[in-house]
């Protein structure tokens, strides 16, 4: 073993680890200090992982290192159970990474909190997993041809496809919040990580030194983004109203009056004036939330035939109170503060029933309209 090998997969190991507690630390304080935030769903208990599975993957990392340091001491980095074991722990750490985007807000939404996809992109890792270790065994002499390692194509594919759900939610989520610099650094970030388990595959590009210099500064970059991410996470949750504090009385038709006091909004009078299917549609989650039981209390969005064509009329609904308020930059609310995603694409009011008050003459109508008939049996205290 080289110094230079010595040296990367040492300094990959230490590097990784401190990665990793440094995220677990962050992710155990988080949890307790915003657990009424974290786990607002009682009846599931449901908690953010994702930063969880963050530190997990990076933790992965320290046992590739440890493998990769075994290979090159006792003199077996060149036998096929080796490079196996490199592109299994790359797919454990790549399932790692997945599970993690499940909590990401700003993940492609056919995984963003989407069991079912979840679940059949967790069976196609461990199908990848299997053909990582057969192949070497099934092709033999034949798993190295034209400068291509084929029993690594499984770990290769896998890993772009993780890169671009990477670099999509790791972009949306830090322009949202304001950070357009970091958003391109985390972008040349995963590209580089990626660029990196080339030579895993082409072998004939393996430039020892190129490759271990593009792995550290990849893998320390991705660590400083995620300390990154972290902190903004944090900033967001401290700013995030809990369910408790907010109240909302539907006084009139398109007239509601809401508080907030942690966005300074006290008794807040919003006229919805000719924008009624905003006002028709936050009426629906508070009338649900107050009545429905467990089954009732969320709103399916965005396929054929629900009540709400598209996420879009959430966000109307707060960019229509936002500027009645005319609050300062820091107290706008966001979609979150008003609104929970459950997943699967179902979503409900965040406020406690307690807190939500409907003018009984108001509801009455609201449940005697031709297009509200299905509200009648969840008004079942009434």
């Given at each position: 073993?080289?110094?230079?090998?010595?040296?990367?997969?040492?300094?990959?190991?230490?590097?990784?680890?401190?990665?990793?507690?440094?995220?677990?630390?962050?992710?155990?304080?988080?949890?307790?200090?915003?657990?009424?935030?974290?786990?607002?769903?009682?009846?599931?208990?449901?908690?953010?992982?994702?930063?969880?599975?963050?530190?997990?993957?990076?933790?992965?990392?320290?046992?590739?290192?440890?493998?990769?340091?075994?290979?090159?001491?006792?003199?077996?980095?060149?036998?096929?159970?080796?490079?196996?074991?490199?592109?299994?722990?790359?797919?454990?750490?790549?399932?790692f990474l997945l599970l993690a985007l499940f909590y990401?807000?700003?993940?492609?939404?056919?995984?963003?909190?989407?069991?079912?996809?979840?679940?059949?992109?967790?069976?196609?890792?461990?199908?990848?997993?299997?053909?990582?270790?057969?192949?070497?065994?099934?092709?033999?002499?034949?798993?190295?041809?034209?400068?291509?390692?084929?029993?690594?194509?499984?770990?290769?594919?896998?890993?772009?496809?993780?890169?671009?759900?990477?670099?999509?939610?790791?972009?949306?989520?830090?322009?949202?919040?304001?950070?357009?610099?970091?958003?391109?650094?985390?972008?040349?970030?995963?590209?580089?990580?990626?660029?990196?388990?080339?030579?895993?595959?082409?072998?004939?590009?393996?430039?020892?030194?190129?490759?271990?210099?593009?792995k550290i500064i990849a893998k320390t970059s991705f660590?400083?983004?995620?300390?990154?991410?972290?902190?903004?996470?944090?900033?967001?949750?401290?700013?995030?109203?809990?369910?408790?504090?907010?109240?909302?009385?539907?006084?009139?038709?398109?007239?509601?009056?809401?508080?907030?006091?942690?966005?300074?909004?006290?008794?807040?009078?919003?006229?919805?004036?000719s924008k009624t299917t905003q006002y028709k549609n936050?009426?629906?989650?508070?009338?649900?939330?107050?009545?429905?039981?467990?089954?009732?209390?969320?709103?399916?969005?965005?396929?054929?035939?629900?009540?709400?064509?598209?996420?879009?009329?959430?966000?109307?609904?707060?960019?229509?109170?936002?500027?009645?308020?005319?609050?300062?930059?820091?107290?706008?609310?966001?979609?979150?503060?008003?609104?929970?995603?459950?997943?699967?694409?179902?979503?409900?009011?965040?406020?406690?029933?307690?807190?939500?008050?409907?003018?009984?003459?108001?509801?009455?109508?609201?449940?005697?309209?031709?297009?509200?008939?299905?509200?009648?049996?969840?008004?079942?205290?009434?």
């Amino acid at each position: 073993m080289t110094d230079v090998t010595k040296f990367y997969i040492l300094a990959h190991i230490f590097i990784s680890f401190t990665g990793a507690l440094l995220l677990l630390a962050i992710w155990y304080n988080i949890s307790k200090r915003f657990k009424l935030i974290l786990q607002e769903d009682d009846s599931k208990k449901r908690v953010d992982k994702g930063l969880l599975y963050l530190s997990l993957a990076m933790l992965v990392w320290v046992l590739s290192g440890c493998w990769a340091y075994l290979g090159n001491l006792f003199l077996f980095s060149e036998r096929p159970y080796y490079a196996a074991g490199i592109s299994l722990f790359s797919i454990i750490n790549d399932l790692f990474l997945l599970l993690a985007l499940f909590y990401s807000d700003y993940a492609p939404g056919f995984i963003y909190k989407n069991k079912k996809n979840v679940f059949k992109i967790i069976l196609v890792v461990m199908i990848m997993s299997a053909l990582t270790l057969l192949l070497p065994t099934l092709l033999g002499e034949q798993n190295e041809a034209d400068g291509l390692r084929i029993s690594a194509l499984p770990d290769f594919i896998l890993s772009g496809f993780l890169a671009f759900l990477l670099i999509v939610s790791f972009y949306r989520t830090f322009v949202y919040r304001g950070l357009k610099i970091v958003a391109v650094i985390s972008t040349i970030v995963i590209v580089l990580i990626f660029i990196s388990i080339v030579p895993d595959v082409f072998y004939r590009l393996n430039d020892e030194f190129t490759k271990n210099l593009i792995k550290i500064i990849a893998k320390t970059s991705f660590i400083a983004t995620t300390l990154v991410l972290t902190t903004s996470w944090v900033i967001e949750l401290a700013n995030t109203p809990k369910p408790g504090e907010m109240r909302i009385k539907f006084m009139d038709w398109s007239l509601v009056k809401l508080t907030i006091p942690s966005k300074g909004i006290v008794e807040c009078a919003i006229e919805f004036g000719s924008k009624t299917t905003q006002y028709k549609n936050l009426l629906k989650f508070a009338v649900r939330r107050k009545y429905g039981g467990e089954a009732d209390q969320s709103i399916l969005i965005g396929t054929a035939g629900d009540e709400i064509k598209n996420q879009s009329y959430l966000s109307r609904i707060i960019d229509n109170i936002n500027e009645i308020i005319q609050s300062g930059e820091d107290q706008k609310l966001e979609r979150k503060d008003l609104f929970t995603f459950i997943g699967q694409g179902r979503y409900r009011l965040r406020m406690i029933p307690e807190n939500i008050t409907i003018d009984e003459t108001l509801l009455k109508e609201f449940i005697n309209s031709p297009d509200n008939q299905d509200y009648k049996h969840i008004c079942n205290k009434l």
